[in-house]
């Protein structure tokens, strides 16, 4: 079991930053990959950012390429997400995810873990 909690998040103007924030306990030394998604009512999940417990690799959506920043401190089992030039269109629900399977890809369904999720919102 891995225990995932979201921190951060708000509202912002477009243009402006936030920073999220994932604490992880539990299984943690388990877990082979952790990502933030982001879901809008009435869409599918999508991963936004996710990065490699092992060797640090990060892959990011192209929507979001340049402008976040996703990042871990695995002796603080924290996961994190910078998030820069902020648009209307990043407004959503953020989530936290942990994945024991190999690969760091951006399937939902293969992430065992999440956290509660956590409202960002941008307004024009």
């Known amino acids: 079991q891995v225990q995932l909690v979201e921190s951060g998040g708000g509202s912002v103007q477009a243009g402006g930053s936030l920073s999220l924030s994932c604490g992880a306990s539990g299984d943690t030394y388990s877990v082979t990959c952790m990502g933030w998604f982001r879901q809008v009512p009435g869409q599918e999940r999508e991963r936004v950012a996710s990065?490699?417990?092992?060797?640090?690799?990060?892959y990011y959506d192209d929507s979001v390429k340049g402008r976040f920043t996703i990042a871990q401190d695995s002796t603080k089992n924290t996961l994190y997400l910078q998030m820069n030039s902020l648009k209307p269109e990043d407004t959503a629900v953020y989530y936290c995810a942990a994945r024991f399977e190999s690969g760091c890809g951006r399937n939902p369904d293969k992430y065992k873990y999440w956290g509660q999720g956590t409202q960002v919102t941008v307004s024009s």
């Open positions: 990065i490699s417990r092992s060797s640090g690799s990060t």
